[in-house]
């Protein structure tokens, strides 16, 4: 089988062998959770329940006041009395409101309604999908029901299965795939029916082929007739950037600006894929997330499946053990392109792929020096960017021209502050830059 791969990138140490090859592991039933009633990219939700309600697991406690295109609600991931709605910290570092559930040994369920994704129609499909509170689980948080409806006049002739996962430490996609094949390739088989798309490509880096068996086999099982193939890139980070996926595998480039629909395809992560798969063959909305949680300061490195809203500092010690004297920094998602959080009281989202436990000798706390032009951030950005003119014009107070130069077609992968002698702090300044053009953009 061919690897493919893209230009520029890092090969950086994956460190997964902690978790790798391990099965998922269910959290012990939760005494609360604190459900961020936003987690999506989108329009706001507001909580339809009040405090003092009984929810039951799968309840929708939080919707958009007049449900558009951009919002999914949100669901109770288990049964019992709402004791709080209000602002908690969140893995963004910024207050947002939450709904916290106390159980109260009631095991109720609430499923939706059935509903054959085989014989429903198209938009029938799509409002389960947003019902059920589907989005990309890869991190961004994107409604999938809108990925799934690209305007017209956009041609779509391919679906890809993002199960790169580039990220150090990280190994939630593969133990999904391992733990779920058949409702992968059931959820890819559901998305191309919605879609009308004839063709899709299970991307998956090279350090993960011994999946294949295991796909190509729920692939007979499930007696999938579509036309489902598997496609191998190198292990290069940023791989699993839909950008960098989609160039490795078909040579298509997404132009500056556009969405991957721009370059004829649909790209959904593995994980949302069995989530869609879930939606419709168990009736269940969107309300556990598997992650990984690892790092030097994890006594007992994991893959775990926990209801949404889980706080990592409520897991016992028995199975989740922390060394809180070697614990320097936390982060939330892959170190590269995740947030760094300044406790454990933080909730597990939808869009939560790992959190990772890291000691002094894990993190990289330099102080940053000044730029030497090396262009080192130019030869390494995988989206052919000029991150040092970027962060000059951003320095200069300049928002216009670092546009020209590639702000908003930055996807945030780190790797031009990876490998930056004066390791300064790029990321962090784009995401600011990103900020200030839309606060200049709301100001208008």
Known sequence: MAVHTFTRGLKLPTRKHATEGKPVELVPAQKQVVIPVNQHFGAPNKPIVNIGDHVAR????????SPGLMTVPVHASISGIVKKIEPHLQSNNTEGLCITIEADGNTSEESLLPLDPYTCSKEEALARIREAGILGLGGAGFPSHVKLSPPPGKQIDLIIADGAECEPYLT????SIVENPNLL?????IIMKITGVKHAIIGMEDNKKDLIPIIEQAI???????????????????????KMLITALTGREVPSGG???????????????????????????????????????CKTPKNIRAPIGTLLKDLPPAFMDIDYSKLAKIVFGGPMMGNAVPSLD?????????????TKEETAADEEGPCIRCGRCIRNCAAKLSPVIMNNSLDADDL?????????????????????????????????????????????
Not at 172 to 175: F, R, S, V, Y
Not at 185 to 189: D, F, I
Not at 279 to 292: E, Q
């Open 58 to 65: 799968g309840q929708k406690i939080a919707d958009a006041a």
């Open 172 to 175: 939630t996609d593969e133990a």
């Open 185 to 189: 390739v059931k959820g890819l088989e």
């Open 220 to 242: 007979r099982l499930e007696e999938i007739k579509s036309d489902i193939s598997i496609g191998l890139c190198k292990t290069r980070y940023p791989q699993g950037g839909e």
């Open 259 to 297: 969405l991957p629909m721009d370059a004829g395809c649909i790209v959904q992560n593995v994980g949302t894929l069995i989530a869609i798969a879930e939606a419709f063959t168990l009736d269940k909305p969107l309300i556990d997330r598997t992650l990984t949680v690892s790092g030097g300061a």
């Open 346 to 358: 933080v909730p597990i989202q939808k869009n939560t792929s790992g959190i990772i436990l890291m």
């Open 400 to 444: 216009d021209y670092a546009v020209k130069a590639g702000l908003l077609d930055c996807m945030e992968c780190g790797s031009c502050a990876y490998v930056c002698p004066a390791k300064i702090k790029l990321v962090q300044r784009f995401r600011v830059g990103k900020q200030r053009l839309r606060m200049r953009q709301t100001a208008k």
